[in-house]
């Protein structure tokens, strides 16, 4: 059964930094993509940043802010989130494509547990 879980969330001030990890485990043959989604209260959750064996995207409001990588010997994916503002504030999501070993032909998203990122000002 694959899962993934999330650490390293917390609360931080304005301007401050926080890295979120998020490993999967489990029975898996591969992963595909990986990102980070987030969702305030209120809103609708949002892609914050992807990353796939060659390329990554951002979404405009984290872009120079925000750095997304992943480490394919530990299947984990990580977001290191600098120079916070209080609208960073939401439940971060990491998500993966990923091919489990029982069915490699059937792969489909996954998604973390949440993490709360709170930004004061």
């Known amino acids: 059964q694959v899962q993934l879980v999330e650490s390293g969330g917390g609360l931080v001030q304005a301007g401050g930094s926080l890295r979120l990890s998020c490993a999967a485990s489990g029975s898996i043959f591969s992963i595909n993509g990986m990102g980070w989604y987030r969702q305030a209260p209120g809103k609708e959750r949002e892609l914050v940043a992807g990353i796939t064996s060659g390329s990554t995207n951002y979404a405009d409001s984290v872009k120079g802010r925000f750095t997304i990588s992943r480490d394919n010997a530990k299947n984990t994916v990580y977001l290191q989130m600098n120079s916070l503002k209080p609208e960073d504030t939401a439940v971060y999501y990491c998500?993966?494509?990923?091919?489990?070993?029982?069915?490699?032909?059937?792969?489909?998203?996954?998604w973390g547990q949440g993490s709360q990122v709170t930004v004061s000002s």
């Open positions: 998500n993966a494509n990923i091919a489990p070993a029982t069915n490699p032909r059937r792969s489909r998203d996954y």
